[in-house]
């Protein structure tokens, strides 16, 4: 029994359209949905990057699904404003949002003008940033002159119960660590061994709450247009930490991915045009323990997608409702 979200890609595809898509898939059966956060794109052909904020507004009000968006604050976004943002959001559409909260990439932070810390120091601001969110949400005024800086600030407007905030985490080890600060795991499809190793670290190391799957997909007519999809927009995806951190622009990641070839997809995106053999992929990660899978289309023509898993996909799941936080 596991909530079927759609992802929201907001580096590839307009807000507008981005938003009769998001109708589109509770339509269809999606029982859930979440978003990026991105300043710019991975790649100057995916050539979108609208506001993540003012977007989750209005598909909140025009659907009746839960939402949830990934966020790095303490550089590009000052933990106060994120409390503030996520406080009005939950208070809007009480037990319907929810933020999973990492460290960042440099592509997004960069914008500051301030230099790209070390991962360690972006941890134990990420760390900072969470101890002030939490207590904004409760309701304490709060100062702090670490690594982040806040003076006196208190939330007026506070939803009753605050909205869960995740661990955002692709690593065993970062899982781990954020075991105890979070209340849940957002982590992406990877290899079978490798996913068991993440959440089977996060649950060792004390951590509770519902565990968030994205996964990358590439759905299509025919096995070539859908691996030519995959190539076209995610290619710029498949690299590997440190480097997916700290290149600062599309136009590096697009350099860098100059020489993926198309089969190296297949590594980080799930590609067929099978929905049969999508529906056994996803029931398999499933299994791993997920109990909420959040479904990203690679292509920027989302109807397609949405209409098909909808009709042949989800049914083999049954995607159940998320629990009110």
């Given at each position: 029994m596991t909530v079927i979200g759609f992802h929201a890609s907001h580096e590839q595809i307009h807000p507008s359209e981005l938003l009769s898509a998001v109708q589109r898939a509770e339509q269809?059966?999606?029982?859930?949905?979440?978003?990026?956060?991105?300043?710019?794109?991975?790649?100057?052909?995916?050539?979108?990057?609208?506001?993540?904020?003012?977007?989750?507004?209005?598909?909140?009000?025009?659907?009746?699904?839960?939402?949830?968006?990934?966020?790095?604050?303490?550089?590009?976004?000052?933990p106060a404003i994120i409390a503030q943002a996520a406080a009005t959001l939950a208070a809007m559409y009480e037990g319907r949002f929810w933020v999973a909260l990492g460290s960042g990439e440099a592509a997004n932070e960069h914008i500051t003008g301030d230099g790209w810390p070390r991962k360690d120091v972006r941890n134990e601001r990420l760390l900072e940033s969470v101890r002030i969110i939490r207590a904004l949400l409760a309701g304490e005024e709060v100062s702090a002159d670490g690594l982040v800086r806040v003076d006196r600030a208190r939330l007026w407007t506070r939803p009753e119960t605050p909205p869960l905030l995740l661990a955002a985490a692709v690593s065993a080890e970062t899982a781990g660590w954020a075991a105890d600060w979070a209340d849940g795991l957002a982590t992406i499809a990877q290899p079978a061994p490798t996913l068991r190793r993440v959440i089977g670290s996060y649950r060792d190391a004390g951590g509770t709450g519902p565990v968030a799957l994205q996964v990358h997909l590439s759905y299509a007519g025919s096995a070539d247009e859908a691996l030519s999809i995959a190539h076209d927009q995610w290619r710029t995806n498949v690299?590997?930490?440190?480097?997916?951190?700290?290149?600062?622009?599309?136009?590096?990641?697009?350099?860098?991915?100059?020489?993926?070839?198309?089969?190296?997809?297949?590594?980080?995106?799930?590609?067929?045009?099978?929905?049969?053999?999508?529906?056994?992929?996803l029931a398999s990660l499933i299994e791993l323990g997920v109990d909420e899978i959040y479904l990203h289309h690679v292509g920027q023509d989302q109807d397609r997608f949405i209409d098909v898993f909808g009709e042949h996909v989800l049914p083999q799941l049954h995607p159940t409702r998320k629990a009110s936080a």
């Open positions: 269809a059966g999606f029982t859930a949905a979440m978003c990026s956060d991105h300043f710019a794109p991975w790649s100057e052909r995916q050539g979108q990057s609208a506001f993540a904020w003012a977007w989750l507004g209005a598909a909140l009000q025009s659907t009746g699904l839960p939402f949830g968006v990934v966020n790095a604050p303490g550089q590009r976004y000052h690299f590997s930490p440190p480097l997916c951190w700290d290149l600062d622009t599309p136009e590096a990641f697009d350099e860098a991915a100059k020489h993926v070839p198309p089969e190296a997809m297949r590594d980080s995106v799930l590609i067929s045009p099978d929905p049969g053999q999508h529906a056994d992929w």
